[in-house]
């Protein structure tokens, strides 16, 4: 699935009614089929012929994963649900390196004839473009862990909820919002769980079992007089987690300056009472006026700015040149690391890379190539002092083992290098958004994801948000409209100026970031505390049609 | 065998028929084939082969409905996809929106198949690329590049008696040239029904002279400016505009909504020299001849000389509103002039010459306002000149807009979406008072 087709799948908007006939990601399955899973020592034996097959045609190293998809998408619109589909994917992707080079290839027939057939095409295939290769591949040593396993930890099984349940709870939403005065509203919820089995012949057997969720819906109120409308998306997160994310709690809830903001629990029905009651506010609310704001930026808005302008621009494929034709190459060239110097940010900036974030998407226990997964500095003290890597390129950075970033979407298709979870370590003082709002003489407080977009080296990047509130002399005065801001990555992080303390630091997460031709999705979260940001370049996005 | 013939197909599908219990059934059988090859620092990176064959079946009682797919095929695999679309058309809650099956329709044969794409081999593929590889060694340049056939079908029976079947075969293939240096960057992208229209020599020489006629970019102020979009460049602004649903319009939060309510059917929204159609006889963008309801698909205007003739109307909406059924665009045609691009530099005092607009985002739905950057090839006109490369600005335009400041148009040209991959026939379009906002360091 492209990129753009999923988020029109996921973010919903305008075109909700034409979903009916979005196609399904798989093997569409009985909704209690999803509860059983493959027994590991059938696992282990299926992963065997892989690897034998590979060693005895000449492969040097192999790894195997076999893997089960399971999804569960629901999307509603009023009182109408409009899609409710289930699907699975399962099959095995082997991949080995014969003559220095690599070869992949991936099969659904799970029997021992068409695992051992896939096997060979895999190290023919290495084999024949081994002719077409530069230098052969050099993999960071990797131990084998035996045999292990790990889980999301999850409290709820959200295929385990009744899908009786699920749809209540979405169209008791759809009814809040019109009872709130909605002129429309739609609302969804994707669950994921991926089963992977992962063996290499460096000697680990990895039973893996993740969990992902991702409730949204979208509000929209039409001022058909005026001729306009706004809309207002759900300021939940998707989350490495179970159902449990959906069941409220207050210890999870902190109060705004303006309403509740949410954690690790998410209270849809609640945000949706206050989603429907701001859109009166945002139709009425006065176009921003251009020029430089201070700007607050709330967690459920800047995880986008950090996933597109520190993410990106850190992945090492990029850098090396290796997505030019799609995604695009970096700013973040390897000099700049090598310089020790290059000033990325103001000196309270640090990110770190982490596979091991608690609730996050991209957390799991191992990668897909068997590496296990920690945490790592990516800026410190607003130097730019590391980048994200898999096993084939650690020996580039001078490293002796990966970073665990590797990932493939599916099991048919080829694990490269993904982003891992990167986050904006919080403030080190005491510091409440409520703090930052009363130092600031002229500001803008941003809640939410909106429009994005960034340029193919990570440059210049512009972000509008859900909710823009104006703030004069230390006070929030009334909502802004049209406000997007727009900035050169360095000088944005260098204006960083104050970011509030831990107890502030919240996730936000792309579910479907694409990479890769063809393209690939990967799901990952952004970990950070309301940031203020002095002196940024803010736009009037308001146009009328004549 | 992912690609079944009609006859098969149908055989096929009659059987799976023959399990259902459901008052209303409809089944589908898409089928896949394809190859890719993939290439980056002149080097091939990964290339694969994949192959896919799915049925899907919809089940409905009364208004309740459940799909169900799979892709094991004996006899028992077949019956038990069907009872899990029952049981889940069980579980569902009704759909107020569920519309009846069609009966028996006629459907023209389409002209969308082609032998050329779909027998091509990996080492097809691997030639072409190396032609590729040819120009940018020659030139000292370093490229990123990616070629994929896709070849398929799809086959539609219901337990009305519809049945309707099609299959497709597509190429595309995208390079972009970077100077060793980093400071100069081209791109060339093709999408052909034939693989044999394909040159990627051709196309990989004009990603090389972008790549070094935009090294040394001088730094212009944003603002304002006569912009000529090429084809590439254009058809990703439009891809954004190309739904124009009816009720979408009538709810008020489209374009195509008129203030006090309605929509702008029949007004004109559009400079007059703008005529965007669908056409899936088009033959040089042929497109299936029936739509996934089952509906015939014909030549529709959607906007003609600037006026809204067209929305489109799902079955559910048409029975509402008492409107005919207007199935969606299949494929889209935006006739030109006669104008070439280095005509059309000719006639300009001062202006931008845009070869390619990357990562264009939506930032108002109402106004349709586009925001994105220009990327591997931006000049300065001056009195019917370029002048010298200039750095890549972000804009933030909406193409309705654009689209009634039209000063000239080219002649139309198979183009591919950069993000979307589907491909359009569009022509090079020059526009005045194009809204630049700021400067990228980007090359």
Not at chain 1, 428 to 439: E, F, G, S, V
Not at chain 2, 70 to 99: C, H, T, W
Request: aromatic letters at 8%.
């Amino acid at each position: 699935m492209r990129r753009k087709d999923f988020l029109y799948l996921t973010g919903m908007g305008v075109g909700a009614a034409m979903l009916q006939k979005v196609p399904a990601f798989g093997r569409n399955i009985h909704p209690e089929e999803a509860l059983s899973s493959v027994d590991v020592a059938v696992k282990k034996r299926m992963a065997d012929v892989a690897l034998n097959t590979a060693r005895a045609k000449g492969a040097t190293y192999a790894d195997v994963r076999l893997s089960r998809h399971l999804n569960q998408s629901l999307t509603t619109r009023e009182q109408r649900v409009q899609n409710l589909v289930n699907t699975e994917t399962y099959g095995m992707g082997i991949r080995v390196i014969a003559n220095g080079c690599w070869g992949f290839a991936a099969t659904n027939e799970l029997d021992d004839k068409s695992i051992a057939k896939a096997t060979e095409l895999a190290v023919l295939i290495a084999k024949g473009n081994s002719k077409l290769m530069k230098e052969p591949v050099i993999l960071a040593p990797q131990k084998g862990y035996g045999d292990v396993s790990w889980k999301t930890p999850i409290e709820k099984n959200g295929f385990e909820i009744p899908i009786k349940e699920k749809i209540d709870l979405l169209l008791t939403v759809n009814a809040a919002a019109s009872k709130a005065g909605a002129s429309f509203v739609n609302s969804s919820l994707f669950i994921i769980n991926e089963q992977k089995y992962f063996a290499s012949t460096d000697g680990s057997y990895i039973d893996q079992d993740i969990h992902r969720i991702y409730p949204n819906f979208t509000v929209t109120k039409v001022n058909r007089d005026l001729g306009s409308s706004e809309t207002r998306n759900a300021l939940s997160a998707p989350m490495g987690m179970g159902y449990e994310y959906l069941t409220p709690d207050a210890n999870s809830k902190m109060q705004g300056p303006l309403f509740p903001l949410y954690k690790n629990r998410y209270d849809m029905l609640e945000d949706v009472a206050f989603a429907a009651a701001q859109l009166d506010e945002k139709l009425k609310a006065k176009p921003v006026e251009p020029g430089k704001w201070d700007i607050i930026i709330d967690p459920s808005q800047l995880f986008l700015t950090i996933h597109e302008s520190v993410g990106h621009p850190t992945e090492l494929d990029r850098v090396l040149g290796y997505e030019a034709n799609f995604a695009g190459t970096s700013f973040l060239t390897l000099d700049k690391w090598k310089s020790k110097k290059f000033n990325f940010g103001s000196k309270i900036v640090n990110f770190e890379g982490s596979k091991v974030l608690p609730n996050a998407l991209g957390t799991v226990g191992y990668d897909d190539e068997g590496v296990k997964c920690g945490k790592w500095d990516l800026i410190k003290d607003g130097i730019l002092v590391n980048y994200q890597t898999i096993r084939d390129q650690a020996h580039i950075l001078g490293l002796n083992a990966s970073q665990g970033c590797c990932y493939a979407d599916n099991w048919n298709a080829v694990q490269f290098q993904r982003m891992p979870n990167v986050s904006l370590m919080p403030g080190k003082t005491p510091l409440k958004p409520a703090d930052l709002i009363k130092n600031t003489e002229k500001g803008l407080y941003m809640f939410g994801r909106n429009s994005y977009s960034i340029d193919q080296q990570r440059y210049n990047f512009q972000f509008s948000s859900q909710l823009c509130y104006e703030i004069r002399n230390g006070k929030i005065v009334g909502m802004a409209k049209g406000a997007a801001y727009q900035a050169n990555t360095q000088e944005f992080w260098n204006s960083c100026s104050a970011i509030c303390d831990e107890s502030d630091f919240r996730l936000g997460g792309s579910f479907s970031d694409g990479k890769g031709q063809p393209e690939q999705v990967s799901a990952v979260s952004h970990g950070c505390s309301t940031t203020k940001f002095d002196k940024v370049n803010v736009i009037n996005t308001g146009r009328t049609l004549g | 065998m992912a690609i079944l013939s009609k006859e098969d197909a149908q055989a096929l599908l009659k059987k799976v028929l023959s399990y259902s219990k459901a008052d209303e059934c409809e089944i589908s059988l898409t089928g896949r084939t394809g190859g890719n090859i993939r290439y980056a620092l002149n080097a091939v990176s990964t290339a694969g082969e994949m192959s896919t064959l799915t049925l899907s079946v919809s089940s409905t009682f009364g208004k309740k409905t459940g799909t169900a797919t799979g892709n094991e095929f004996d006899d028992a695999s077949l019956e038990r996809i069907v009872r899990r679309a029952e049981e889940l058309a069980q579980l569902a809650p009704e759909n107020k929106e569920y519309m009846p099956l069609l009966g028996p329709q006629t459907f023209a044969e389409a002209t969308t198949w082609n032998e050329n794409t779909a027998n091509l081999t990996p080492e097809k593929r691997a030639e072409l690329v190396g032609k590729s590889l040819e120009v940018t060694k020659q030139a000292n340049l370093v490229a990123a590049g990616f070629l994929e056939n896709l070849v398929g079908f799809t086959a539609v029976m219901n337990s009305k008696g519809l049945f309707a079947y099609n299959k497709s075969a597509n190429v595309i293939f995208s390079v972009t040239t970077r100077t060793q240096d980093g400071t100069g960057s081209g791109y060339a992208a093709r999408g052909f029904t034939d693989v044999k229209d394909l040159d990627t020599y051709g196309a990989t020489r004009i990603a090389t002279q972008k790549a070094l006629s935009s090294m040394a970019a001088k730094a212009i102020e944003p603002g304002k400016y006569t912009v000529i979009l090429e084809p590439v460049a254009a058809t990703y602004m439009l891809e954004n505009m190309f739904r124009f649903d009816a009720r979408q319009a009538d709810e008020g939060r489209s374009f195509l909504s008129k203030k006090g309510g309605g929509t702008r059917l029949g007004e004109k929204l559009l400079d007059e020299k703008v005529t965007i159609y669908s056409d899936p006889f088009n033959k040089d963008l042929p497109a299936a001849t029936w739509d996934r309801d089952g509906l015939p698909l014909e030549k529709t205007y959607w906007i003609q000389n600037g006026v809204v003739k067209n929305l489109s109307v799902s079955r559910y909406y048409a029975q509402l509103k008492g409107l005919k059924p207007v199935p969606g665009p299949s494929n889209i045609i935006m006739e030109g002039g006669e104008q070439s691009i280095e005509d059309m530099i000719k006639n300009t005092e001062r202006g931008v010459l845009v070869s390619r607009l990357w990562y264009i985002r939506n930032v108002d739905q109402q106004s349709l306002l586009l925001t994105g950057l220009t990327r591997d090839g931006t000049y300065y006109i001056e009195n019917g000149k370029i002048k010298f490369p200039v750095k890549n600005f972000r804009f933030n335009e909406s193409p309705v807009i654009m689209l009634n400041n039209v000063e000239a148009l080219g002649k139309p040209e198979r183009s591919i979406s950069v993000e979307s991959y589907r491909s359009y026939m569009i022509p090079p379009i020059k526009v005045r008072d194009f809204t630049f906002s700021s400067l990228s360091d980007a090359v």
